[in-house]
T-cell receptor, first 110, second 113 residues
Framework: KNEVEQSPQNLTAQEGEFITINCSYSVGISALHWLQQHPGGGIVSLFMLSSGKKKHGRLIATINIQEKHSSLHITASHPRDSAVYICAVLLKTGANNLFFGTGTRLTVIP | ETGVTQSPTHLIKTRGQQVTLRCSSQSGHNTVSWYQQALGQGPQFIFQYYREEENGRGNFPPRFSGLQFPNYSSELNVNALELDDSALYLC????????????FGAGSRLTVL
């Protein structure tokens, strides 16, 4: 069982829709990252969360430590948001490495 | 402030060969982590280098090895390549070993034939 589970695996939305991607994890963490990966491989770090909520432009990320769950929301989605969104967690104990989910492939149709 | 640069971007090798991938960390970052991303999967941690020393290793065999140089750039070496080593290899740098703020490179895509 993967320590990090994401849902949905694939998501298609119409331009302008509100989008939610979910991430659940099964271990104690010190931080959670939301990452964006475009075709070709480059990864961009969107957020790093350890509690509460963060907002950047049309992106909002929330985390509930007690429920071991995080969500990434995109408001007013746009075709340029099409990418793979990956949740990754940094464990509270052990090596300083990230455990990644398998990603959510988002396609926003004009 | 320069980002993380990886080279080469693409390469093709044959089974049994050896490969070296390179990563230049972002200015001010002293930690480099390497990840392997197979097609359709999330990245898997290979190892991390902090101030020129290995600082954690994932579940990869010893034929995966690395180095970090005094300027904090890093190399990933893979010996005796296998077909399953075909993947995108990503490096990420951070200001310290806690991986709180990460900058990723664009990756090196390795194909083993």
């Amino acid at each position: 069982k993967n320590e990090v589970e994401q849902s949905p695996q694939n998501l298609t939305a119409q331009e302008g829709e509100f989008i939610t991607i979910n991430c659940s994890y099964s271990v104690g963490i010190s931080a959670l990252h939301w990452l964006q990966q475009h075709p070709g491989g480059g990864i961009v770090s969107l957020f790093m969360l350890s509690s509460g909520k963060k907002k950047h432009g049309r992106l909002i990320a929330t985390i509930n430590i007690q429920e071991k769950h995080s969500s990434l929301h995109i408001t007013a989605s746009h075709p340029r948001d099409s990418a793979v969104y990956i949740c990754a967690v940094l464990l509270k104990t052990g090596a300083n490495n990230l455990f990644f989910g398998t990603g959510t492939r988002l396609t926003v149709i004009p | 402030e320069t980002g993380v640069t990886q080279s080469p971007t693409h390469l093709i090798k044959t089974r049994g060969q050896q490969v070296t991938l390179r990563c230049s960390s972002q200015s001010g970052h002293n930690t480099v982590s390497w990840y392997q991303q197979a097609l359709g999967q999330g990245p898997q941690f290979i190892f991390q280098y902090y101030r020129e020393e290995e600082n954690g290793r994932g579940n990869f065999p010893p034929r995966f090895s690395g180095l970090q140089f005094p300027n904090y750039s890093s190399e990933l070496n893979v010996n005796a390549l296998e077909l399953d080593d075909s993947a995108l290899y990503l490096c990420a740098s951070s200001r310290d070993s806690g991986a709180n703020v990460l900058t990723f490179g664009a990756g090196s895509r390795l194909t083993v034939l």
